[in-house]
């Protein structure tokens, strides 16, 4: 991890928590974080610490072309089965109601619109360049059909913006300001956006992360490597149950904060891999932040603070 800002621990910045001192706490360059534990660019996000998911159409090794095939085809049924389609407010009332507690998130999609969320795309005035700017658009659509596969615990809606008078209304409601776009909701509350085309096949992965509880295709939640605190008590609770000879990391976060969520899955897969050496807790400052913060020293987040 390269460090951009640290600051040693002095006798005026150690703050016993739970029997234990502050080490010392950092910054991360969140870029460096991603670059060793996110899988390249549109092609989905982490399933383990080396490997990610591919989104390809060829056959797996060893598989015949009629394997492959039927593949596809029991593919395709799964996400029929997974993704639910609304057209009306109503409609995604009723998911949004059906959702309850899990995370539930919701695609915006078009035939014809593929932006990229930083103003005007001029290239729509040319029909060839129209045609490969929907490229990176078909890519998000096959991440969100893979997604909704393998996160049997969260729900996945899609709703197509093909100016209809109910998709208007469905758009404004939703206040859609680029096609496409990501919404992620829990409790019936929107949580998390992400706007156009740009580095959303990377941004899903890493809310589904962020605001779920699993893993791609795996049984464990992710709360088994990185639990997740809220309070200064869960704090000291969390730093008493580790052995003494363990270094704890705690992940200071906000629901809010998009370089929170981008740097999570990077926090899972050191966890993972550092089982036995160093226990990783996620704490979410959403509620009397700024109170927490001035007790912990935090200026921003994301801020990792390290005890032993």
Known sequence: IRVFRARPAGLSDCRSQGGRKTVFQIHTSISTLKRDFFCPRNHGFLNDKRRCLRFRNSAFSGESSEEAFARRLRESQDVEDRVQFVETIEGFETQLDKAGQKLLVLEISSDEVCQTGTGEDPEYY???????SLEPCITLKHVFQ??????????????????????????????VRYTPSLFFYRAGKRVWKVEGVNDAANDLGEG????????????????????TISSKDQL?????EQPPNLLAVVDVS?????PCVHVFPAVVALARSLEGHVKFARFLCDSNSAETFRELGVVEVPTFIFYR
């Open 208 to 227: 589904v992360l962020f605001y779920g509880d699993k893993l791609v295709q795996s049984s464990h939640p992710t709360s088994e490597w990185v639990p």
């Open 146 to 175: 893979r997604c909704a596969r393998n996160c049997p615990d969260t729900v996945f809606v899609a709703a197509l913006d093909n100016e209809t008078e109910n998709s208007r209304k469905l758009m404004d409601y939703l206040e």
């Open 126 to 132: 040319w029909e060839e360049d129209k045609k490969a």
């Open 254 to 258: 906000t629901s809010d904060c998009n």
């Open 236 to 240: 000291q609770q969390f730093l008493v």
